[in-house]
């Protein structure tokens, strides 16, 4: 077996699993950990996030890896031109 056909796999430690909330333009406005010690602020934060209008995913994070874009506060351009 050549090198160049084998594949290394390599185990990423989960940190957990997050709430992201996005706004219209796609950027992080909000986020939370999905905290089975806090299941009632993660709920309200949740809820929260929907209420405003953002679409809200569910991620599992692991060690090293990049943050998402958190640039979206309210007047954001972005926002703005992507209203119907």
């Given at each position: ?45 949740v809820a ?25 506060r309210s ?10």
């Open positions: 077996m050549s090198e160049l056909s084998e594949v290394k796999t390599v185990e990423r430690k989960s940190m957990g699993f997050m709430y992201l909330a996005r706004r219209a333009c796609g950027k992080v406005s909000a986020a939370c950990w999905d905290d089975a010690m806090s299941k009632k602020d993660t709920a309200k934060c929260g996030y929907i209420k405003r209008g953002d679409s809200v995913e569910r991620i599992e994070r692991f060690e090293g890896d990049p943050q998402p874009e958190w640039i979206c007047g954001c351009n972005d926002c703005a031109r992507s209203k119907p």
